[in-house]
Structure formats: C-alpha cells, structure tokens
C-alpha cells in the first residue's frame, strides 16, 4: 500500500510530537504530562477512524485508552496493546541530546520512550491508519487497550482485563514491545521471563547508633544484609534458595539447536551490549539459555547508614534492598516469593529482623510458535524484511501476556522491531527508523494476512 511510504514523514512528524511529551510515570510531578500522552493516543486513534475511543480513568491511576473497529464480520478480532508511559531520563548528563526533544542521528531517532514503547506503539497506531485513509475499512476487526503504568506495575490494565474479559474479546494480541535478534533479522519472541519485584528490609537497634559506643555488640543491618545477598546466589551465579529450579521447564532440543544457528557472537556482545570485563553466570550454560531460558535473582538498589559527603560513623537501625528474580516456565510468581522468604528467614543473622515484602509480579509465558496467529505474524514479517523470520525468547517480562492468557484465554503475538543497542531504560535511548517504517507494513501485512 503506498500510503505508508507516501506519509514516511508525517508519521516521523507524529512520532516526534509523541516523544516530547515526558510520560514518565513514576514521577508525580509528571501526572499532567501522562494523562497529556493519553489524549494524544486517544486523538490519534480518533482522527485516524478507529471508533468507539475513550480514556477509561480511575483515581490515583494513569489513564488506559480505549478504542475498536469492529465492523469486519466473520474476520478475526485482534487485541493490539502497548503502553505510552516511559521511564525516567536520569541520568541527564549521559545523554548525547534532551531525553525529551527527539534527534535523529545515523537513521535513528533518540529520545526516551523511542523504542519502549511509544515507537513501537505508534506503529500499530499507524498500520491501522493506513487502511483506515484509503479503504475506508480494516480487514480484521480490531480493539486497541494502551495503558500507561507499565513501568509502574500496570495494576490499572490488570484490574480492567481482570472485570471486562467480554469487551476486550478477541482471538489473539498483538504486542509491539520487544525487539529483533539482529539488524534486518525479522523476530518473533516465543518465550517471556515473569518477574517477581519487592523490597528486602532488616532491622536492628530501635535507632541509629554510634559506632565507637556500641560497635562490636549492636547488630548491623547493612552488614546483615550483606551477608543474605551473598549468600542466595553461589559465585557462579546459580542461586541457592531451596526448591527455585524445580519447576524450571528446560528448552528442548529443536529450540537450542535453532538458538545455535542465530547470528550470535559471544565477544561482540560483551563489548557492545554489556560493556564489562566478562559475562558472570554458569559457564556450562550457554549465554543466550542464560538470559532467555533461566531464572535470575538481580539486586538493584540497596539504601541505609550514612552515605552523605564527609564522616558519620553510624550504625544504621534499618537496611533496605530493591530485589527481583526473573521467572521462567513453569515457575510460578507465588511459589518463587514463598521460596524467596522461607530462604531469607534461614538465612538471617541473630540481632536483626529481615523480610522480603513482594511489590509488583507477573508470570513466564510460553507461545507456540505453531499457533496460526504467530505463524501468518512470521510470513508478515519475513515478506516485509525479505528474511526467513527466526523465533526467539525474551529475557524480559511483559505482564500484560500473561494477563492476557489468564483472562482472555488468548496468545499473543510479540511482533518487536527494537534493536539490542537501543539502550532501553538508558541514556540516549533510540529506535533505528528502518525498522520504523517497515514495522508499520509488517503490522498492516499481518492485518491484510488474517483478513483473507
């Protein structure tokens, strides 16, 4: 359809205006800017023809947006989702150019939220816009959900799919939030990490206490916390919480011998992706079952004691620790937190109380690649990119799949035109505009598929 390379630079035009709006959902001296990101969804969906377009608002939440097409009889109905919000930009000083005013640099565009996901986004937006303006009409019917606390834990889209299972009715999804193995290698991801996030507190004396007056008697929750962290993961990585790898659903043959077979060097992706002296974890399991196919235990912040300028010799009452583990099938959310905090109550020195409180989780999730939905996906793809399209997993979580399997009984097709080096959460975050554009024609390919 020439629609879409007629309208390249509106859709650039578009995206930019999308991109400087600071959707950083975690900030709530960004709430306007959000709910300002919403309406731009909501309008957009509205101008291009979808109907039935709202924003559904509940107090103390961002807003979802709403819309369908429904007017395909006999045809398939597809769910497409994605999410507006971002994260934060910090730190400002890595980055090349403003997180917020979008810069095009060697075919990509730089901004927060370019790749994850108000790009990706954007592409469904636009693939239903191009049959919209010229036909008239969409070859399958179609119901969009974008939500906005993503990055927050999206407890408003799970309570909303959870009671409205009959609205939200369709024969699969369609999620743009996950990324290609290489560049021009079309990929569909097959395989999702869950992920289970909280916060591991120890406490101690009733105050903080001089060091010099107390040291050597009063129990220190820094040094206690320590002494838990290290002791839930051996030094090669695997981690040593009683009953963790039981559930562990290991790849089968056919799926490593296909990994094998992906563009895949070892070294480069230290330098270019990890950027460390070497890759931690089991030497005896390959890297990419490392990521995509085991589970993992991650500390990602930890606070307490004294951590000003200068001198302050304290012993701090309280530590505490930001920790995640990601999931893999048939791991389940529950049964991990338990596992979790039965090994943290064992493993806590005397002197000091220690509990691991769960803040946010989600599910693995497993697609079979065999599915119609996925495979007409594929053929979508591999015409638009010229390519035989490869199956992967992903290392990360997406909630939203499982939510989906969960309440609507539905696959979903993770249809990603990211890059490993678009630095996601990152300084000088980007989307290479290549896979922009014929992201837009696969999307709009794999809707002409299913509608004939």
């Keep these: 359809m020439s629609y879409y390379s007629d309208h390249r630079e509106q859709f650039l035009e578009g995206l930019k205006q999308f991109l400087r709006i600071p959707s950083v959902s975690t900030a709530p001296e960004h709430a306007a800017d959000v709910e300002r990101a919403a309406r731009f969804v909501a309008d957009d969906l509205r ?34 989702y994605g999410h ?220 307490g004691g004294f951590i000003g300028e200068g001198a302050k010799t304290v012993i701090p009452a309280r530590a505490l620790a930001k920790v995640s583990m990601r999931l893999v099938a048939d791991q389940d959310p529950g049964e991990a937190t338990r596992q979790l905090q039965a090994a943290i109550a064992k493993l806590t020195p005397k002197g000091v109380k220690a509990k691991f409180q769960p803040i946010q989780g989600g599910p693995p999730s497993m697609i079979d690649p065999t599915n119609p939905f996925i495979h007409a996906a594929a053929d979508a793809m591999a015409e638009i990119f010229g390519k035989q399209t490869v199956y992967i997993r992903s290392g990360g979580s997406i909630p939203i799949v499982g939510l989906f399997k969960q309440h609507l009984h539905i696959p979903s097709v993770l249809m990603g035109f990211g890059l490993p080096d678009d630095n996601l959460h990152a300084p000088n975050e980007k989307f290479h505009l290549p896979n922009f554009y014929r992201g837009i024609e696969a999307v709009a390919k794999y809707l002409q598929l299913l509608g004939t």
Aim: with cysteine.
């Design 47 to 80: 101008n291009s023809g979808m109907e039935n377009v709202e924003m559904i608002q509940k107090e103390g939440h961002h807003p979802l947006v709403y819309a369908d097409w429904l007017n395909a009889p006999g045809k398939p109905t597809l769910l497409l």
């Design 84 to 303: 507006y919000d971002v994260q934060p930009a910090e730190p400002l000083d890595e980055w090349l150019s403003p997180p917020f005013e979008p810069d095009i640099r060697n075919e990509n565009i730089y901004a927060r939220g370019a790749s994850d996901d108000k790009g990706q986004t954007y592409v469904l937006l636009k693939a239903l816009e191009g049959f919209l303006k010229t036909a008239g009409a969409l070859p399958v019917n179609i119901r969009c959900l974008i939500e906005g606390e993503e990055e927050v834990g999206g407890e408003h889209i799970e309570e909303y799919v959870a009671q409205n299972a009959g609205k939200l009715r369709a024969d699969a999804a369609i999620v743009c939030d996950t990324e290609m193995f290489a560049p021009e290698l079309p990929t569909i991801c097959v395989g999702l990490r869950g992920i289970v996030y909280g916060e591991l507190t120890v406490e101690g004396a009733r105050t903080d206490l001089h060091s010099g007056v107390y040291g050597g008697a009063a129990p220190n929750p820094l040094q206690a916390m320590a002494e838990i962290l290290a002791a839930l993961k051996d030094r090669d990585g695997r981690i040593q919480i009683p009953g963790f790898y039981d559930r562990v659903r290991p790849p089968s043959p056919e799926e490593r011998a296909a990994w094998d077979r992906l563009p895949f060097n070892e070294d480069e992706y230290l330098e270019k992706e990890i950027g460390a002296e070497s890759l931690v974890g089991p030497a005896d399991i390959p890297v990419l079952e490392r990521v995509w196919a085991q589970p993992t235990l991650e500390v990602h912040g930890i606070r």
